[in-house]
């Protein structure tokens, strides 16, 4: 299978490729990994006119600790996440999920931004920045804004993104160091997209929930953030009736579509599933 | 469309080309520059056949633009060899421990164990077998690849190799 023809442009600034974007119009495509937008062309599905490299922008990669946040470059790649040892002290939920993104190879050049920013409803980074509450950096031609990721997601492949917006960087609160993790995700191979999948982040003190946040991944048309079946778990001792109810409140947000990992109940039913199991891992490893 | 002009190191040889932006990694190497080791598996992705060293990393070169590697340094399978042209410790592996049948995704195969063992010198059974997962075999059912990738780990680290029990 063999792409359709473009120009290729590898502009060495935000600026430039903001220009480049502006100039060139709809039919200028951004190119990150390229590991979700390469098939697209193989088969056809994407025809863009013009590809905007942005591997040749350095100050896009790398991550960061800024005071109480952690700041990950767009072009950051998912193997670099789980190599972070930053990452790994502050926020190791980010590698956990990464090791589940896709395989070995797609890791290393699959980049962050491109997971988040793509509004692709099977991504599984984007139910996690919803989670941590991330806050996504994007540069346009009118200059640079931030949108919560909690308010980026729209529609499948549709998000609060303008044409020709480039997304810059992800700034993400630092939980506190007590704090309780997990990412659950149903697949069927190593590989896939989520039949259901849960990001939960708690934190604990004398043996009461103290803060939940929850995050689901394909089960809608967006990634979701459960806020709900989260706060129904603040001040309990996530004991069974109070779990019980959290996991009732996730699943009623969910409207995940028939295909080929499930008809929707059952689909539902395991983003249950992956939420009970997340908050059993995370209070595990919740301190206080 | 403007051809794009690219300078790469393949194999540890120069290679400047002028590439349409649209060609893949995979028919550069096999038919610009004729190396023919790398293979077209499925064609999108899942299969790991078309696995080469880009850099320090495995990637797979059916979803990779020949632009994108430009001032990349490549390893082939055609790399793979000693110097003296005998068989690498990995090579030797799949050689011993019957770790192909058919031979088709093997050059994939070795190109990806030999990034994991330069990140893992000693990997778990478990390991090799995550390690390798953007990999497919539809020939050996994976146990003598994981032992391959045994015996090549104690060959380069100088320890015994022990079969493990069926």
Not at chain 1, 22 to 31: K, M, P, W
Not at chain 1, 125 to 140: D, N, Q, R, W
Not at chain 1, 161 to 172: F, N
Not at chain 1, 191 to 207: F, R
Request: with cysteine; aromatic share 4%; proline share 5%.
């Amino acid at each position: 299978m063999i792409p359709g023809t473009f120009d290729y442009h590898r502009p060495a600034s935000v600026e430039d490729a903001v220009a480049l974007l502006a100039r060139l119009g709809e039919d200028a495509n951004i190119l990150a990994g390229g590991h979700s937008l390469i098939p697209l062309m193989k088969t056809r599905l994407a025809s863009p006119e013009h590809l905007v490299d942005l591997s040749g922008i350095g100050n896009l990669k790398g991550i960061s600790v800024k005071g109480d946040e952690v700041v990950i470059g767009a072009m950051t790649t998912q193997f670099e996440l789980i190599s972070s040892e930053d990452l790994g002290r502050h926020i190791p939920i980010i590698a956990e999920t990464s090791r589940l993104i896709a395989d070995p190879q797609i890791r290393y050049k699959g980049t962050f931004g491109g997971n988040v920013a793509n509004g692709d409803p099977g991504n599984d980074m984007p139910a996690l920045m919803m989670c941590l509450g991330g806050i996504y950096s994007v540069t346009g031609p009118d200059g640079s804004r931030e949108i919560a990721a909690r308010d980026f997601y729209q529609g499948a492949y549709f998000t609060a993104l303008e044409h020709g917006e480039i997304l810059t960087a992800v700034r993400i609160p630092i939980p506190s160091p007590d704090h309780g993790y997990a990412y659950e995700k149903l697949k069927r191979k190593v590989g896939d997209y989520a039949t259901a999948a849960a990001a939960v982040v708690i934190t604990m003190a004398g043996g009461k929930c103290t803060s939940a946040s929850i995050g689901l991944t394909n089960v809608s048309e967006t990634p979701l953030w459960a806020s709900d079946a989260a706060a129904l778990l603040v001040g309990t001792s996530l004991d069974k009736a109070s779990v019980d109810a959290a996991v009732a409140a996730a699943e009623a947000i969910t409207q995940p579509a028939s295909d080929m990992r499930g008809p929707a109940e059952y689909r539902t039913k395991m983003a249950g599933v992956m939420v009970r199991r997340a908050l059993e891992r995370a209070q595990s490893r919740a301190k206080g | 469309m403007a051809k794009s002009h690219i300078e790469l190191t393949i194999n540890g040889k120069k290679v400047e080309a002028l590439v349409e932006p649209r060609t893949l990694l995979i028919h550069f190497l096999r038919e610009h520059q004729n190396l023919t080791g790398a293979h077209i598996g499925c064609d999108t992705g899942h299969c790991g056949a078309c696995t080469v060293e880009m850099d320090d990393m495995s990637v797979k070169s059916c979803m990779t633009f020949a632009v994108q590697a430009n001032g990349a340094n490549i390893t082939t399978i055609e790399g793979m060899a000693n110097p003296d042209g005998t068989l690498s410790a990995l090579q030797e592996g799949f050689r011993m421990m019957h770790g192909l049948q058919c031979g088709f995704c093997t050059p994939g195969m070795i190109l990806r164990a030999h990034r994991l063992l330069k990140e893992n010198p000693a990997p778990t059974e478990d390991e090799i077998r995550h390690g390798i997962a953007g990999n497919l075999c539809r020939c050996t059912g994976y146990v003598n690849i994981v032992k391959a990738i045994q015996y090549a780990a104690a060959k380069i680290n100088g320890t015994p190799f022990q079969e493990a029990a069926e």
